[in-house]
């Protein structure tokens, strides 16, 4: 039997770079997702070997079984319900199975990926030859989380085939799974993403995991319920940014000027918490939902404009945010900025033929544009066909 799982993106809805000191930051899901399959080998195959696809990307690998029983066997494992960080030598003993590969030196920024992927295996199914095919909507490295997605939907179909989760694996079309299995999920996926990212806030993981909205800060998770359908227009510079450096580069400013540092900060705070509760206040017609997305539009801009004060805006972003504004759309960047991918809410009466301007002209600047709803499912699992 192939199990498929599917794991959404996120965004950032407001206070990327101001949550790192200490201000509120809301996410949400959005509807363009990573897809796993995972199909075990019967015995009548004859095939010892653990094949991973990355469709999306052009690369595929394959192991002998028995390679990866003698290079990681030592470790212990399965560990399936106890959720376990990869060790230093686990990390070492995974990369030379990597290098093993010959990975191509234009997409070694995909190593760590390759590696959370068989410590997820290994982890959890143990030495089992298997096919796995990844195929996803999201683009790599654009801040749309497309490495937690990897690693939710791989979890999501690995734990699919254990018993430590309750599915009902005779029920057709995409299922959810249970709270308590979300919660097992979610802190596997987070050990993928700390191989791939380090020291992940695990803000990432859990929009995908759990999808909907999600308030954050200073580690603690809080789940909005969304009274307000949303819908964004997701334009990707495709100029690539350093994560790392910009929280750097805003932690140095912060140093050179703190008093106006810190006002900025409880300002883009502020933000959050009024986008996160204006999104969750009920919404009797459609005066109150134009009403409400004007103000999220306000909030957003305001959120921008904080955030070039912060120094992370990118000639890039700003060509985006002109186009939009020509159409009374405000924009704001989300994520790392310096490039990236950059928001505009679409109102809901909002004609067709306006957005299909705006996109064109934004293409035509070389950028990718994506509509996408926001705040939606998280994770599902699929036993057999699906659409």
Known sequence: MEIKARAPGKIILAGEHAVVHGSTAVAASFDLFTLCSLRFHSDSENDDTLNLSLKSVGLEFSWSVGRIREALSHLGGPFL?????????????????????????????????????????TSIQGFKPATVVVTSDLPVGAGLGSSAAFCVSLTATLLAYSDSVSLDKNQQGWLAYGDSDLDLLNKWAFEGEKIIHGKPSGLDNTVSTYGNIIKFRSGNLTHIKSNMPLKMLVTNTNVGRNTKAFVAS??????????????????????????????????????????????????????QGLLQCMGVSHASIETVLHTTLKYKLPSKLTGAGGGGCVLTLL????????????TTELESCGFQCLVAGIGGKGVEICFGESS
């Not at 109102?347 to 705006?358: E, N, Y």
């Open 81 to 121: 319900s106890t959720p376990t960080s990869c060790s230093t030598e686990a990390v070492r003993c995974i990369a030379a199975l990597v290098e093993e590969q010959n990975f191509p030196e234009a997409k070694i920024g995909l190593a760590t990926g390759v590696s959370a992927f068989l410590w997820l295996y």
């Open 250 to 303: 805003v932690s140095e400013r912060t140093l050179r000027h703190p008093d106006a540092m810190s006002s900025v900060f409880t300002a883009v705070d502020s933000i959050s918490k009024e986008l996160s509760s204006l999104i969750e206040s009920p919404t009797p017609d459609d005066l109150s939902m134009t009403e409400k997305e004007e103000r999220l539009q306000e909030l957003m801009e305001m959120n």
């Open 347 to 358: 109102p809901a009466l909002l004609s067709g033929t306006i957005v299909d301007k705006v």
